[in-house]
Structure formats: C-alpha cells, structure tokens
C-alpha cells in the first residue's frame, strides 16, 4: 500500500480527468445515462435516467423518509456533531459519533 | 442501560474510555484535508478509515463523501461505463479501479454493550434535540 497520496498528482491524471467530465455528465443528465434494478425485499423496479431521478425516488428505509427528510436528519446530526466539536465536549461528540455510526437506538 | 452497538461504536466507546475522540477526528479531518494524504496513518491505526467512519467524516468536513459499499458498487458501475465509452481497458488504468480490501475478521455485527448513563441520556437527546440551534 502507498504511504501518501497526493491530490493534485492523482486528479491530474488523463484518465482521472476523463472520468470527472463524464461523471459530471451523469449528474447533470447529459450523456442519457440509464440505469434500473429491482430492489431484492420489496422486489419494486427502480429506473431512472439521472441524479435528480433517482433523487425524486429515494427513500430511507425504503418506503418511509424521502431524500428531503433524511437531509433533514443528517443536516441535525451534523450541526449536533459540530457543535459538540467546537465545543470539545467529549461526550456530546462520542454521542453524536455513536448515532451518525447507525448505532441502533434501541435503549 | 443496553444499547444495539455495530462494531464501530464500540470501538469507540472503548477509545474514548481512555483517549479524546474530539482530537481523533479533528487530527483525521486534518489529515483528510491536506494536500497530500499520509494513508498510513489510517492504516497502523493511529486515525480511523472505514464506511462507518466516512460517515462522521463526511459530516465534519465540508468537502467528504461518504463510502461504502454501496457508494463502491455504483460508482463501480458508472466507472465501467465510462470505460466503455472512453474505450480505455480497465487493467491499464489502475488509478480509477477502487481496490478490495481484505476480508474483514469475523465479528459479530451487533452486539449489546453497555454505555454509561451521562452518554446514554445525551444520546436520548441526540435524537430529537438539536442544541446548536437552540
């Protein structure tokens, strides 16, 4: 295993450029990139064409939060977590960390 | 009081039991930032670098994605697509293959720990109480 990796050297790379320019293509839905599946538990067929698509059917687990709702969640673990930070407040952060890590919180 | 612990929120509990998790994550979330990133670190395991732990990352910095092994399987996708477009054989480009890690030891997935009782009640109101925006 390398011991340091380097941003600039690595992001310049040809092939590394390349797929930065196509992969914001995807994002933006500019090259008709399509992709489906069907999900194994609830056997519904997903397809969509790009990120606003798949966004537009995101859900959490699935059937319950949508993209907006688990955003919310995540914006207030985040602000929790940060503030626990700036904070230094040992405990607050281990609290935070446990929760954003899926601990199940099931006393 | 028993809670569901994965794996890495007891590694936590225990890192903290004797060590600063506020420090562990701001000398990680340094690291990660820098220009050029020192991987050993995260892999003698002075700093942490696995899905769980992307997550927190991903939450403390402004600019960090999270991955695991669902992020890899689609990006696995979109970068085989890409491939095939750009025509470039998969085995000469080593820098946009996302390398397996080694099969992880076996451990139990859940488990039940205890957690002490102030961080068990702060976590009570992680859940519904936000103090930063109080």
């Known amino acids: 295993m390398m011991g340091s990796f380097n941003r600039a050297s690595y992001l310049a790379l040809p092939e590394v450029q390349g797929f930065i320019t196509y992969l914001s293509s995807v994002i933006k839905n500019r090259n008709g990139f399509s992709h489906q599946y069907i999900n194994r538990r609830s056997k519904k067929n997903y397809t969509f064409n790009s990120q606003d698509h798949a966004l537009n059917q995101y859900s959490w687990p699935e059937g319950k939060n949508s993209f907006k709702e688990t955003e919310r969640t995540l914006e207030d673990l985040q602000s929790q977590l940060r503030f626990s930070l700036k904070q230094r407040d040992e405990k607050m952060t281990l609290a935070a960390c446990l929760y954003s890590n899926g601990v199940a919180c099931s006393p | ?134």
């Open chain 2, 1 to 134: 009081m028993g809670w569901r612990v994965a794996h890495n929120g007891q590694w936590l509990i225990n890192y903290a039991s004797t060590q600063s998790v506020v420090e562990l994550l701001e000398d990680a979330a340094f690291e990660l930032a820098s220009e050029t990133v020192y991987i050993k670190l995260f892999s003698r395991g002075q700093l942490r670098m696995n899905a769980a732990f992307t997550k927190v990352y991903s939450l403390i910095m402004d600019d960090f994605l999270i991955y695991d092994s669902r992020v890899a399987a689609a990006l696995c996708m979109i970068i085989v697509h890409y491939l095939e477009k750009s025509a470039i054989r998969l085995f000469q480009k080593r820098s946009i293959c996302i390398p397996c890690l080694p099969k992880k030891a076996p451990i139990p997935l859940l488990q039940r720990i205890e957690i002490q009782a102030p961080v068990a009640s702060i976590l009570q109101k992680c859940m519904g109480v936000n103090p930063a925006t109080r």
